[in-house]
Structures are given as C-alpha cells and as structure tokens.
C-alpha cells in the first residue's frame, strides 16, 4: 500500500530529526505522574471520589488517553504545515505516483506508529506499578492511540486551511489544554458544573480517558459501546474531511 | 494541419484552449501548444504570466478549468499516476528532505515509483555521477550550497528514468557557476533523447537550451517559434548601441529612423536595430555625430521579449 511509504519516510526523518524527543516524549508523563501521582496523590486519601482506586490509579490512567492526545493533536501542526507550507515535501510526494489520499493515510498511520511507542512504555510503567491487574488492560494502548490519531486526523484537516502558523498559538491554549484539563484525567467530571459534564461529554478525550479507565482500574460498562462509537467516527470524520482539504489545498 | 503523422515526431503534450482559473483570476487563458517528443521546449515571460500553472496542469498537480489536455497520450486528471509514473518534475523551489542524506533522499523517491532496490541503486549511483555530488552522498541536504540542492532535484526527478522531464525555473537564485553546471547537465539530458520542457525568466537560458519556445504574457501565449525564427521575426540580425552626449541625442534624432529599421532611446544608451551594425555605425560617423561608445552585438532573445511585452515593469 502507497499509505506505508509515507509512514517509512516520516519514521526515517522522525528518528533523524527528533532523536533526543523519543525519550522526552517518554520521561515528561512520567514525570507528571510522579509529581501528581504520587506528590499531590499522597494528599489525596478519598478513594471513593475516584471510584475506589487510589489516585495515582485515577490519574495515570487519565493521563496515558491525555497525552496521547497531546502527542496525536502536536503531530498535525507544525510537522503537517512544514510539510505543505514551509519545505512543501507533499509537492515532491505529488510529483511521483502518489496522490492526495496516500499522504493522508500515510501522515494517519504515521501518527498511530508514532503514538503505539509513545503508550506502551508508558502502559508497561504502570504494568509494573502494579495500577491493573486485567489481561483486558492491554486494549488500553489502542484506545490511547485511537484517541491521538483522531485528534492528528481533525487537527491535520485544519491544517490544510492555514497559511502560517498564527492559529496554533491559540488552539493549543483555548482547546487542547481545556480538553486535557477539563476531561477528567485530573478529576472525575462529576466535580464540574452541569454545562461543563455536558462539555465533557462532547469532547474526544473525555471518551478516551473514560475507555482506557473501564479496560483498566474500572469494570466494562455497556457504555464502552458508545464511547469507541465516538473516537471511530472522529477518526472517520477527520480522515474524510483531511483528504478533501488536502486535494483542495495540494492540488489548487 | 497538413503533414503527414508518420514524418511528425509524436506530440508528448498537446494542449488545446486550457484554461486555468482561480476564482476570479485567470491565470492560464485559452493556451495552445504541442510539445514533441526529443525536443527542448521554453515557456518564457515574465513572473505571473502563468508559466508555473500551466507547468503544474501539465505535472497533474493542478486540474485544467476549461479546454484539453493530454499528457504522452493520457488525461492528467484521470490518469495522473499512469503519467507520473513516466515524467520528472524539477519544482521551482527545491522540496527535498532536508533531514536525510543525498542518497536517502534518493532512496525515498526511488520507493514511491515503485523502483525495486536492484534497479535503483546502480541507478542511484549513476545519477549521483551525473550530477556530480560523490563527495556528498552520505552528507545531509540541509548545509549543501543552493546549486548542490538543485542538481539534486534534477538526480532525483530522473530517478524513473523519465520521458519527459519539466523543470520550473531550474537555475533561478544560482549564481553563474552553478547555473551553468545546470545547463551542462540538461544539455547531455537533452542529447540523450529526454525531452525537456522549462519555463525561463531568462532569456540567455531560453536560448542556450530550447528548441523552440513560447512567449507568455497576461495569461496567454503571445508568440511562438525557435529563437532564431523569434530573432528574424521581432528583430534584426544585429542591434548598435551607442552612448551620445545630449547633443549628439538630438542630431541623432532627425535621422535615425533613416538609419535603422527601429530606434529605441533609452535613458542611458540608443538601441538601433539594424541588419549590419558596423555599416550603420559608419553612416552615422559620416553625418558628423560623434559618440562616447559604441557597441555592436547579436540580437538576442531579450530583445524580441522586450519588444513583445514592453520594457516598463509588468507585476
């Protein structure tokens, strides 16, 4: 499939370009997982709130479906727009047998290889902290991965509207830190007021984390249904909506 | 068109009233022409005129709004990887991945035509060669000079060892050593039977390298012919330039259009268009008209440019 060369030509220049990032990319959750975890974990002692799990069990979960998130929005930003904007690579891959839907695939499946080494160690690091216990908590990492790249995939379509990189800015401080605060990795959204569960429930992360948790430290819910529904038809949507953005913009 | 198709060279592009919109603005406007197989094709004019979208229209990158096109036999729309399979394209800005290697970008490319890796890599080698960068092929792209990078968009655009290879401005922003290492390689790739077509700002380029070209001016071709025909047609054989004092200008002005076929003055200089320019100069050396210098050359393709679309600044 043509989709699998674009991934090996990101992977090639991803490992060249980003060689010290794989580890940043690593160390920084867990990082925040000891700071939070265990720091302001160690605070916390109602177990109750949080489902009857200790918080370093709430918010580790959370935060493997966040900053997946994070990682899968970032890898349609800038990388993307160097792409079509500034060093204008998807020109070259155009002027070859390649077409639209190939980069796009291509840039898709990318994202879902990028985010699959970014969860499993992470997912390993709680394995052996002992946060689960249940053979299912290994779908975890694809429902992780599946949150990231439907985000990469929407984010990617947007991007293919720009023409600098101004927006970022702004999306970055007004949607994805809301999302990744207000989605219940810090907090059950039972603590917000009615509008903002409503918001929650709207949002891709908030599925996400509320998926990873029932694989995880909760008990599988009919609910799971509609939450994976939801990121199915995100990533359906974005895919959709990216490969008609990115013929208009590509091919003018 | 009355020849016969056996002693015609078969056409590799043949576009008959392309259009090409963008909204309102028409930036390729009813457009004809034949590209044949082994020549050197020119789209020459001056930025904006819609040289680069016609280039993409032919490269499939860009649908046609209006009129045909057919691309070595096949529509650019419907059959865009079957013609890409089969042509090179030289962009106008360099695209290459400037993180890799000069030989893994050639790799990368070779892998997205499908080239299986015993083909490629003699072919890699070969091309590396050609372009003359074996001291740098194990060597990141980002830190090699603006010539190196170009020719190794050329290396890479030959990668598929194409029929047709079209080059956007190849030597734009080089300086003249690296422009005419460019040339030299197309030369050879033109000796080898590739057919090239290329747009130029640059009318010594347009002369070195095409065959036979076209003038594009607002959106539509304005003249076509080899530059010798263009020469003959829109200038004289020869062109004298003179520099007057302001008084030696006026005498010369009751006379001139006697003297040569077309005068043009200049602030600085007087262009007299004439067969022979030495006789010319003599002439005027008899009727008592001294001048500063003076300076008898070829016509050239600037000329018969300038004559078409004007000298005043058109943006």
Redesign the interface.
């Known amino acids: 499939m043509n989709a699998t060369k674009i991934v090996r030509r990101n992977s090639l220049v991803h490992w060249r370009a980003w060689r010290s990032s794989f580890f940043l990319s690593v160390l920084s959750p867990v990082m925040f997982l000891s700071a939070m975890g265990l720091g302001l974990g160690s605070l916390v002692e109602e177990e109750q709130a949080f489902g009857g799990v200790d918080y370093l069990a709430f918010f580790a979960t959370g935060m493997l479906a966040a900053s997946c998130m994070q990682a899968g929005a970032f890898s349609g930003t800038y990388p993307v727009m160097n792409k079509i904007v500034w060093q204008k690579n998807y020109d070259a891959v155009l002027a070859s047998p390649l077409n639209v839907r190939d980069i796009f695939l291509g840039e898709v499946s990318w994202s879902a290889v990028m985010l699959t080494q970014l969860a499993t160690p992470f997912f390993m690091i709680m394995a052996f902290a002992g946060i689960f216990d249940s053979p299912l908590a290994i779908l975890a990492i694809p429902v992780a991965v599946l949150v990231g790249t439907s985000c990469a995939a929407v984010i990617m379509a947007y991007t293919a509207t720009l023409h600098t990189d101004e927006a970022y800015t702004w999306l970055f401080r007004f949607v994805v830190t809301p999302l990744f605060l207000l989605s219940g990795t810090f907090f059950p959204i039972d603590q917000l007021p009615a509008w903002g569960r409503v918001v929650a429930h709207l949002t891709p992360l908030f599925h996400g984390v509320e998926l990873v948790r029932q694989l995880t430290i909760y008990d599988l819910d009919p609910s799971a249904i509609w939450h994976l529904g939801y990121l199915v038809a995100l990533l359906g949507v974005g895919v959709v909506v990216g490969i008609r953005n990115f013929e208009r913009r590509l091919l003018p | 068109m009355a020849t016969s198709a056996s002693s015609e060279p078969e056409a590799l592009i043949q576009a008959e009233g392309l259009n090409k919109l963008?909204g309102e603005l028409v930036a390729v406007d009813a457009v004809d022409f034949e590209v044949r197989k082994g020549e050197a094709f020119g789209f020459l004019g001056p930025n904006g005129a819609g040289k680069t979208s016609t280039m993409?229209m032919i490269?499939c990158?860009?649908?046609p709004s209006g009129g045909t096109l057919r691309v070595i036999g096949m529509d650019p729309v419907s059959q865009?990887?079957?013609i890409?399979?089969r042509i090179?394209?030289v962009?106008q800005?360099d695209?290459?991945?400037?993180?890799?290697t000069v030989r893994?970008n050639l790799e990368?490319?070779a892998?997205?035509?499908?080239i299986p890796r015993d083909v490629a890599n003699p072919r890699i080698d070969e091309l590396i060669d050609f372009v003359q960068l074996q001291e740098k092929v194990d060597s990141k792209v980002e830190p090699l000079s603006g010539g190196m990078k170009r020719r190794l968009t050329i290396a890479?655009?030959l990668i598929?060892d194409p029929d047709l290879l079209l080059l956007d401005e190849p030597t734009t922003g080089l300086d003249p050593q690296a422009r005419h290492l460019v040339w030299d390689r197309l030369y050879r790739l033109k000796q080898r039977g590739v057919t090239l077509v290329i747009t130029t700002h640059y009318m010594d380029e347009a002369e070195q390298l095409c065959d036979r070209l076209v003038v594009m001016d607002k959106a539509k071709i304005v003249t076509e012919g080899s530059p010798p025909d263009l020469i003959a047609r829109y200038s004289t054989r020869e062109v004298l330039e003179l520099r007057l004092s302001d008084d030696a200008r006026e005498k010369l002005a009751t006379s001139a259009d006697d003297l040569a076929d077309r005068v043009e003055w200049l602030p600085d200089r007087v262009l007299l268009y004439t067969e022979t320019g030495d006789a010319t100069l003599a002439a005027i050396h008899e009727s008592g008209i001294q001048t500063y210098s003076a300076l008898v050359r070829r016509a050239t393709l600037e000329d018969v440019f300038l004559t078409i679309t004007g000298r005043s600044l058109i943006e």
Request: charged share 30%; hydrophobic share 35%; proline share 6%.
């Open positions: 963008f993409r490269g990158t860009s649908p865009a990887s079957e890409k399979a090179g394209v962009p800005m695209n290459l991945d400037i993180e890799l893994e990368m490319y892998r997205y035509f499908d890479r655009a598929n």
